[in-house]
């Protein structure tokens, strides 16, 4: 199937991204990054939005930068980007396993990690990573910017706190220190499913025993 008629938007700033969704988020408008979640839906008509901001063009948006104690990844950063540990000490480790049980691999050079945060599908490693980590989710709209929590952004399946005239602009992950360890395991029917269920869990090692159990996580899918 072909998706609905739409009208095309191709900002090259973020200013010019947030003024142009302002505009159309009334006529329920979508900004399309990766694509993988909204254009397939699209296709089976399941949306049809009547406008697309395609962010691709903005050059900020696409920043992957240690910023002080966090790591920040902009919105157009692919899933790809984390084949190899972008950052050092176990947080750089952790992407780096994590992201080889996303989909396949055409898959993750056109997706991003915000767009798999923003869609929050239950089925997501990537909103586990970020739940279990306590990333902060950077959100931009002609009112302002705003930080949100992972607790307070994820509020159920495939439903978020972001407001229509907003764009994720970027999350920022926290620097986890050299004592953390972590432990990451998915299982699904075939390589490259959704996960079924996958854990993700984190402690502080201190003299070769764990001292302090940090955080736990668990995604089951309503795939299953």
Known sequence: MKPAPF????????????????????????????????VPIMAFRLARPAHLVDINGVEALRRLAVDGDKLSIGACVRHAAFHKPVVGGPLGRLLAKVVRHIAHYPIRTRGTFCGSIAHADPASEWCLVAATLGAEMVARSKRGQRIIAADDFFEGIMTTALA??????????????????????EFNRRAGDFAIVAALVTVRVADGVIAEALALNVLASISA
Request: charged fraction near 30%.
């Open 7 to 38: 009208r095309y938007h191709a900002p090259k700033t973020i200013e010019e991204a947030v003024d142009t969704l302002a505009e159309v988020a009334g006529d329920d408008g979508r900004v399309l990054a990766g694509g993988q979640s909204l």
């Open 164 to 185: 229509e005239d907003e764009i994720l602009t970027a999350v920022r992950l926290p620097i986890i220190s050299d004592q953390t360890r972590f432990g990451f395991v």
